[in-house]
T-cell receptor, first 111, second 111 residues
Framework: DGGITQSPKYLFRKEGQNVTLSCEQN?????MYWYRQDPGQGLRLIYY???????QKGDIAEGYSVSREKKESFPLTVTSAQKNPTAFYLC??????????FGEGSRLTVL | KQEVTQIPAALSVPEGENLVLNCSFT??????LQWFRQDPGKGLTSLLL?????REQTSGRLNASLDKSSGRSTLYIAASQPGDSATYLC??????????FGSGTKLNVKP
């Protein structure tokens, strides 16, 4: 079945550590996105990529980095520069901005 | 600045009631508007998409309307069921890439 796979589902980070969240899709979608969701709030866009080897900052890119070396993969690194990284992270992919698929999410907690 | 607002933030109804969820957006230059469902700790599932040129979309017991001139969309759920309990998010898409999400309406349908 086609879809988006995020891993890990739960992740704990110590202060000062970088962590990487994985996002893989087998839908052959060109566009992929990372969103952050905080309790009681809507999703906010971190980074997006419309094509391999290209990506753009979203509204809250500071403290995050991404890469898009393969069409299927769009990993997100939460760096130590991100001051408040505890959140629920969602990856999405899209074709023609009409059909959207979201992963199951990764919950990151800073210890 | 594009903003999306959803009211109410939470709603509790007895099973069988018809209900309306509201979404408003500040910038009417949307590409499309989508309604999503999110179960606790999960990703988003697309329910209905309304293109900017459309007025409404229907799927089963769900009907979504769009009024661009007033910056409003509504999601109507007929004959609600306990399985409808979830958080419902609306999102306005601008520039083919950027979704702006509301903070959601948490629905509880009591048996």
């Amino acid at each position: 079945d086609g879809g988006i796979t995020q891993s890990p589902k739960y992740l704990f980070r110590k202060e000062g550590q970088n962590v990487t969240l994985s996002c893989e899709q087998n839908l052959n979608h060109d566009a992929m996105y990372w969103y952050r969701q905080d309790p009681g709030q809507g999703l906010r866009l971190i980074y997006y990529s419309q094509i391999v080897n290209d990506f753009q900052k979203g509204d809250i890119a500071e403290g995050y980095s991404v890469s898009r070396e393969k069409k299927e993969s769009f990993p997100l690194t939460v760096t130590s520069a991100q001051k408040n990284p505890t959140a629920f992270y969602l990856c999405a992919s899209s074709i023609s901005a009409v059909e959207w698929f979201f992963g199951e999410g990764s919950r990151l907690t800073v210890l | 600045k594009q903003e999306v607002t959803q009211i109410p933030a939470a709603l509790s109804v007895p099973e069988g009631e018809n209900l309306v969820l509201n979404c408003s957006f500040t910038d009417s230059a949307i590409y499309n508007l989508q309604w999503f469902r999110q179960d606790p700790g999960k990703g988003l599932t697309s329910l209905l998409l309304i293109q900017s040129s459309q007025r409404e979309q229907t799927s089963g017991r769900l009907n979504a309307s769009l009024d661009k001139s007033s910056g409003r969309s509504t999601l109507y759920i007929a004959a609600s069921q306990p399985g409808d309990s979830a958080t419902y998010l609306c999102a306005a898409l601008y520039n083919f890439n950027k979704f702006y999400f509301g903070s959601g309406t948490k629905l509880n349908v009591k048996p």
